[in-house]
């Protein structure tokens, strides 16, 4: 009888190496669930960077390379001019996507601007005003974020018998470059690169009277 009893119930020994044998599968479990979200939240970052990239690299391909030679003053008192180039910042005159509700021709800025993080590349636009002062606040929109920085340059025509070359900035009071290359440094962890851009612009003649009367 003493030994069908003991039979029917388990020690307390038993039951304490059940639980720890629960627990290391629940320990396992908790393990493998954990690595699968890491795994999918790192894909998709992956796919939101590469959309972002994609999608960035598409509006400058399209946008600056409409780029008119329309004059265009930002300040009274200063010369009308058709593009503004530098290392870090191009203004140009062109129309926006259909899809942004805004149609006509306006002054773009795209920029890389320092902040508390990084580098971000911006664009600021504001209605086209011909050749009358720009007034009014610039609509700003982030289109990149977490960039260690970068560059951009300008295609200028042969001249006196030498090739084209590029340069660090476009000074020239009216004409546009004959294309813009542009090169960022991203700082952001996911293997997405941001390729390096020529963007040929159909309204540019690479040459222009520099300000002051020079060529």
Same mark, same amino acid.
Request: net charge positive.
């Given at each position: 009888m003493k030994g069908g009893r003991r039979q029917n119930g388990f020690t307390l020994l038993e039951i304490l190496l059940a639980l720890v044998l629960l627990a290391f599968v629940m320990l396992g479990a908790w393990g493998a669930i954990r690595g699968a979200t890491r795994v999918t939240h790192a894909a998709d970052a992956l796919m939101a960077r590469s959309e972002s990239v994609r999608t960035v690299q598409q509006f400058l391909r399209h946008y600056v390379s409409v780029a008119e030679p329309q004059p265009w003053v930002q300040v009274a008192g200063t010369r009308a001019r058709m593009f503004l180039g530098q290392p870090t910042s191009m203004q140009y005159v062109a129309p926006l996507p259909m899809q942004s509700g805004h149609a006509g021709l #306006? +002054? $773009?800025?795209?920029?890389l601007r320092k902040d508390g993080s990084g580098v971000? @590349? $911006? @664009?600021? #636009?504001? =209605? #086209?005003?011909g050749d009358r002062p720009t007034t009014g606040k610039p609509v700003t929109h982030m289109l990149l974020t977490d960039l260690h /920085?970068?560059?951009? $340059? #300008? +295609?200028?025509?042969?001249?006196?018998g030498k090739p084209a070359a590029w340069r660090d900035d476009w000074q020239t009071s009216n004409g @546009? =470059? +004959?294309?813009?290359?542009?090169? @960022?440094?991203?700082?952001? &962890?996911? &293997?997405v690169r941001f390729p390096e851009m020529l963007i040929p612009l159909?309204?540019?003649?690479?040459? /222009?009277? &520099?300000?002051?009367?020079? &060529?």
């Open positions: #306006y +002054l $773009q800025t795209v920029s971000t @590349l $911006q @664009l600021a #636009y504001q =209605p #086209y005003a /920085g970068g560059k951009f $340059q #300008y +295609l200028a025509a042969a001249a006196f @546009l =470059p +004959l294309a813009v290359r542009i090169h @960022l440094d991203p700082a952001w &962890r996911t &293997r159909h309204g540019g003649e690479g040459i /222009g009277m &520099r300000i002051g009367g020079g &060529r």
